[in-house]
């Protein structure tokens, strides 16, 4: 998600790392990138500049520019403003104890009659019971689309053959549902290919006559700036309750996100991340932040694992995770039961640090990946995959042998594995903001660049070396590249 917006952020703070001071000089070259990332990102110029002056203020204070580690500083303030940006936010569906009416439109295209459903899941979850109802007469094919979703779901929809009145059928849907005791009604409305002032007079109609009591717009992520002049031109006809974002999983580059609260004054509530019917997130800004800063987002992931994995199995991973214990053979289950469409791709862009796994199985097809790393996994013997440590080049070998892959593949598995389990370890009971600061560690140390790649975490004695001897080291190093080999007999 947002992969070039991650890339170029973390970049342009990875250029203040390893100074042991910095001036304003350095300083304003490195948020002019972050300026240039969020730009380049399609993120609101308006929304940039005053997001780039607040970051600039507090950055070139003394206390940054003096402090022990800059970059750890100005990280967090990136972090902050990031939030305060996208939020505040409140998730929650706030239900009424009888039935609450929410009104969804939206763009055609922007998948909106998909979103009920998804929405409809989220709220089932909660053990509530809901009504989709069908008041888009503008497009037959909606209509059948609803009752679709609906048997899939499990989810009773509302229609009336023949109608013509959208607001008709609302308040009798609404009736029903009084009926039958429905906690929530979902009026699915008519969309446009764009925004004209029919459609607008019929949503203010529906809203004035069946008095619904939120009104959520979806809109399509990938449209960019589009997407915020859509909510604007929404809110100012029905004083929108929240935004649903779509299509977050594909090409989207983040601008759209960025940009609604800012510009519209609406928070966005649910962002969707995928086409099957259980990729609907309620939106936190922290999460998301930590996400866009490569600190992933456990806490997701987790909520995700208990909503779509053995329960039973789960309660043991979390608690083994939480008191940060994690071994390839916790890797492995998660990994098999993950093993979906779509859904290993969003959990692995959760977990801190598994961007390059996540891009190396980008173009792969989802069942073949899993089984080779679990072929990989299943040729170690019980201690190996306890302590991939004793994994040397011979034992490697005999991996990648009994795989079927090639000892290159074992190696960065072990690699990829090891780092993600260090940072795990670390981040096990923390909160969003030591999180975000450990991160920033890691990425000093070396263990994650702005891709996302692990790199294994060397001995010593974690003393933070100075410019002046990480320069000494350098050169001696490509010193000793240099010299070669003397001839002799092998031992």
Same mark, same amino acid.
Request: hydrophobic fraction near 35%.
């Given at each position: 998600?947002?992969?070039?917006?991650?890339?170029?952020?973390?970049?342009?703070?990875?250029?203040?790392? $390893?100074?042991?001071?910095? /001036? &304003?000089?350095?300083?304003? +070259?490195?948020?002019?990138?972050?300026?240039? =990332?969020?730009? @380049? *990102?399609?993120?609101?110029?308006?929304?940039?500049?005053?997001?780039?002056?607040?970051?600039?203020?507090?950055?070139?204070?003394?206390?940054?520019?003096?402090?022990?580690?800059?970059?750890?500083?100005?990280?967090?303030?990136?972090?902050?403003?990031?939030?305060?940006?996208?939020?505040?936010?409140?998730?929650?569906?706030?239900?009424?104890?009888?039935?609450?009416?929410?009104?969804?439109?939206?763009?055609?295209?922007?998948?909106?009659?998909?979103?009920?459903?998804?929405?409809?899941?989220?709220?089932?979850?909660?053990?509530?019971?809901?009504?989709?109802?069908?008041?888009?007469?503008?497009?037959?094919?909606?209509?059948?689309?609803?009752?679709?979703?609906?048997?899939?779901? $499990?989810?009773?929809?509302? /229609? &009336?053959?023949?109608?013509? +009145?959208?607001?008709?059928?609302?308040?009798? =849907?609404?009736? @029903? *549902?009084?009926?039958?005791?429905?906690?929530?009604?979902?009026?699915?409305?008519?969309?446009?290919?764009?925004?004209?002032?029919?459609?607008?007079?019929?949503?203010?109609?529906?809203?004035?006559?069946?008095?619904?009591?939120?009104?959520?717009?979806?809109?399509?992520?990938?449209?960019?700036?589009?997407?915020?002049?859509?909510?604007?031109?929404?809110?100012?006809?029905?004083?929108?309750?929240?935004?649903?974002?779509?299509?977050?999983?594909?090409?989207?580059?983040?601008?759209?996100?960025?940009?609604?609260?800012?510009?519209?004054?609406?928070?966005?509530?649910?962002?969707?991340?995928?086409?099957?019917?259980?990729?609907?997130?309620?939106?936190?800004?922290?999460?998301?932040?930590?996400?866009?800063?490569?600190?992933?987002?456990?806490?997701?992931?987790?909520?995700?694992?208990?909503?779509?994995?053995?329960?039973?199995?789960?309660?043991?991973?979390?608690?083994?995770?939480?008191?940060?214990?994690?071994?390839?053979?916790?890797?492995?289950?998660?990994?098999?039961?993950?093993?979906?469409?779509?859904?290993?791709?969003?959990?692995?862009?959760?977990?801190?640090?598994?961007?390059?796994?996540?891009?190396?199985?980008?173009?792969?097809?989802?069942?073949?990946?899993?089984?080779?790393?679990?072929?990989?996994?299943?040729?170690?013997?019980?201690?190996?995959?306890?302590?991939?440590?004793?994994?040397?080049?011979?034992?490697?070998?005999?991996?990648?042998?009994?795989?079927?892959?090639?000892?290159?593949?074992?190696?960065?598995?072990?690699?990829?594995?090891?780092?993600?389990?260090?940072?795990?370890?670390?981040?096990?009971?923390?909160?969003?903001?030591?999180?975000?600061?450990?991160?920033?560690?890691?990425?000093?140390?070396?263990?994650?660049?702005?891709?996302?790649?692990?790199?294994?975490?060397?001995?010593?004695?974690?003393?933070?070396?100075?410019?002046?001897?990480?320069?000494?080291?350098?050169?001696?190093?490509?010193?000793?590249?240099?010299?070669?080999?003397?001839?002799?007999?092998?031992?």
């Amino acid at each position: 998600m947002f992969e070039g917006l991650q890339t170029g952020i973390q970049s342009a703070l990875k250029t203040l790392r $390893g100074k042991g001071k910095l /001036s &304003e000089g350095n300083m304003r +070259d490195a948020l002019a990138l972050v300026e240039q =990332a969020l730009l @380049e *990102a399609d993120v609101s110029y308006s929304v940039v500049k005053d997001f780039m002056a607040r970051v600039t203020e507090k950055s070139l204070g003394t206390k940054v520019l003096l402090s022990l580690d800059p970059s750890q500083q100005v990280m967090g303030i990136v972090f902050e403003e990031l939030v305060n940006v996208l939020g505040p936010v409140d998730p929650s569906l706030h239900l009424r104890g009888d039935v609450t009416t929410i009104m969804m439109c939206g763009l055609q295209g922007s998948g909106k009659t998909t979103t009920c459903g998804k929405l409809v899941r989220l709220i089932q979850s909660e053990g509530r019971k809901a009504l989709m109802v069908a008041a888009d007469l503008q497009r037959p094919a909606a209509i059948e689309q609803l009752h679709v979703l609906g048997e899939q779901i $499990g989810c009773q929809v509302f /229609s &009336e053959k023949g109608a013509t +009145d959208p607001i008709k059928v609302c308040r009798n =849907a609404v009736a @029903e *549902a009084k009926k039958q005791s429905i906690d929530v009604v979902l009026l699915d409305t008519a969309g446009r290919l764009a925004i004209d002032e029919e459609l607008m007079n019929q949503l203010r109609e529906i809203d004035r006559r069946v008095q619904p009591d939120q009104a959520f717009l979806v809109v399509d992520g990938m449209t960019g700036q589009d997407a915020v002049n859509s909510a604007k031109a929404f809110n100012e006809a029905l004083e929108l309750d929240g935004v649903v974002m779509t299509k977050l999983d594909g090409d989207a580059r983040g601008g759209a996100l960025l940009s609604v609260k800012q510009v519209t004054g609406v928070p966005i509530k649910f962002i969707g991340t995928g086409e099957q019917l259980d990729s609907l997130e309620p939106f936190h800004p922290d999460r998301m932040a930590s996400r866009i800063l490569g600190g992933g987002d456990i806490q997701t992931m987790i909520e995700t694992a208990q909503r779509e994995f053995d329960q039973d199995e789960m309660l043991q991973a979390e608690e083994r995770l939480k008191s940060g214990e994690f071994t390839l053979d916790d890797f492995r289950k998660q990994m098999l039961q993950v093993a979906r469409p779509g859904l290993m791709q969003k959990m692995m862009g959760m977990m801190p640090g598994m961007g390059e796994m996540q891009k190396m199985m980008q173009n792969e097809d989802t069942e073949q990946s899993v089984k080779r790393l679990v072929g990989i996994i299943d040729s170690m013997t019980p201690d190996e995959r306890a302590n991939p440590k004793l994994i040397d080049p011979s034992r490697r070998q005999r991996i990648a042998t009994g795989s079927g892959t090639q000892a290159n593949e074992v190696n960065d598995l072990v690699k990829q594995f090891d780092g993600m389990k260090s940072i795990m370890e670390q981040m096990a009971g923390k909160g969003m903001r030591d999180r975000m600061k450990m991160v920033n560690e890691l990425q000093q140390g070396g263990m994650l660049n702005p891709g996302g790649r692990i790199a294994k975490q060397k001995k010593g004695t974690g003393k933070r070396l100075s410019s002046k001897e990480r320069d000494q080291r350098q050169k001696a190093l490509k010193k000793s590249r240099r010299k070669k080999p003397k001839k002799g007999k092998r031992r």
